[in-house]
């Protein structure tokens, strides 16, 4: 908790305190001795003593070892108890008792030992729940704190697990175009430059503008595509306003990846089939391919992006505001995502 906000918990515990002398105030029927002392020696003592158990009780939770708390905190109950009824004492003593009760001796009575270890025992428990509440708010917040940084840690991990993999691919690609000496290879080596790009400075981010997604998901295509004898092959479609709208970066690439590995080649066209719809509140993201039997379409068994991976990053980054729906009929993979925005 900021150091201004257990400024106000204990203001406000104050004013609680002030309203509640006011109270008894209204309460009493001429007792000016008691007033007097609501007024002046008591919030003094009661300050005191609020203070010394909420400092002591601070130390229960920086210290292992709980044997000097307790010992400090027994010292401090049998400090106060005098101390309230010897500073009460010397103020009515010189601050002019005899001017209120001028027929009547000043004696330290029963009473006052009596109410001296009530109001030690009320402020002592005052000052545990206030140190209390204050450390659970910031192990609350720790604890977010925490969370966020072990959920950012692992979508660092999980997107160190997309990038090489794309990379290693498209490379594989170029290598290949130049290998056979294919004029298609200087233009993949601009997409290389352009998904490199986007890779090491955009995909850094927690979200991305979903026309550098989309630009990113083209060059994709068209290296894949660089392959193909058929470039009717992949038909994207997109539909929607794209102004304004974000996205995890690399969030959409892997379900076109493993489409483009796993589809089958022999197949009526177009074998892969993209549509991304981008309404008003959500965005539709649609991969449909054609599988060739005995194909783990599931899960790319050397070095792919499971599934599992995919899911885990939307858990993270969209909790609750995404539907992601895999569907595999005969020799049909489909796989439908719905992100709220």
Not at 108 to 116: P, Y
Not at 147 to 154: D, G, P, R, Y
Request: overall charge positive; proline content about 3%; charged content about 20%.
């Amino acid at each position: 908790m900021k150091t201004k906000y257990k400024i106000l918990v204990h203001v406000a515990f104050w004013i609680y305190m002030f309203n509640q002398i006011l109270l008894t105030f209204a309460m009493m029927s001429g007792k000016k001795v008691d007033f007097f002392e609501q007024i002046t020696i008591y919030p003094v003592t009661s300050f005191i003593t609020f203070y010394s158990f909420y400092f002591t009780y601070s130390l229960f939770f920086t210290r292992k070892n709980k044997l000097c708390p307790v010992l400090f905190l027994i010292m401090v109950i049998a400090i106060l108890i005098p101390f309230r009824v010897g500073l009460e004492y010397v103020f009515w003593k010189y601050i002019g008792y005899s001017h209120i009760k001028p027929e009547e001796p000043l004696m330290i009575t029963g009473g006052w030992w009596f109410n001296s270890i009530r109001l030690v025992i009320i402020y002592g428990i005052y000052a545990l729940f206030i140190q209390l509440a204050i450390s659970w708010f910031e192990t609350q917040k720790l604890k977010s704190e925490l969370l966020v940084e072990k959920q950012s840690s692992e979508l660092a991990l999980l997107r160190s697990q997309i990038n090489p993999h794309f990379l290693f691919n498209t490379l594989n690609n170029i290598y290949s175009l130049v290998y056979k000496k294919s004029e298609d290879a200087p233009e993949a080596v601009m997409k290389m430059s352009a998904i490199m790009r986007y890779m090491l400075y955009d995909a850094t981010t927690d979200k991305v503008m979903l026309e550098k997604e989309i630009e990113y998901l083209k060059s994709f295509i068209e290296l894949e595509k660089l392959r193909l004898k058929h470039q009717d092959f992949v038909e994207l479609n997109i539909s929607g306003a794209l102004e304004g709208r974000t996205i995890a970066p690399m969030l959409l690439i892997p379900f076109v990846e493993n489409a483009f590995k796993h589809c089958s080649k022999n197949v009526t066209f177009p074998g892969i089939r993209i549509n991304l719809t981008i309404g008003a509140h959500e965005i539709r993201f649609e991969v449909i391919n054609y599988f060739r039997k005995n194909s783990s379409v599931a899960k790319d068994q050397v070095g792919g992006i499971g599934y599992n991976n995919i899911r885990r990053r939307l858990n993270l980054l969209y909790p609750g505001k995404h539907q992601l729906n895999i569907i595999c009929d005969e020799n049909l993979y489909t796989v439908k995502l719905i992100l709220s925005i």
